[in-house]
């Protein structure tokens, strides 16, 4: 499986005059891992799919929930 929320270190040199950052994290799609799109997928049915914006359930990939101060 794959993981869609990718988080780094940013690097903070020791002449740096500024503080140093947190975390940052960015969000990857899932057609990143899919490769060739493989025969006979599962499908939604149509409501949904219209619902979620694909026809197929591997790339769906619903926004993140935001982060709310105080919840790290």
């Not at 891992?33 to 359930?57: D, M």
Request: aromatic letters at 16%; a positive charge; glycine letters at 6%.
């Amino acid at each position: 499986m794959y993981t869609p929320i990718k988080c780094y270190q940013p690097y903070h040199g020791p002449n740096d005059p500024c503080p140093p950052r947190k975390i940052a994290c960015y969000q990857t799609p899932p057609n990143l891992y899919l490769g060739f799109q493989p025969p006979n997928l599962p499908q939604f049915s149509i409501q949904e799919a219209l619902y979620k914006g694909t026809l197929w359930p591997c790339l769906f990939d619903p926004y993140p929930t935001p982060v709310q101060k105080g919840d790290k």
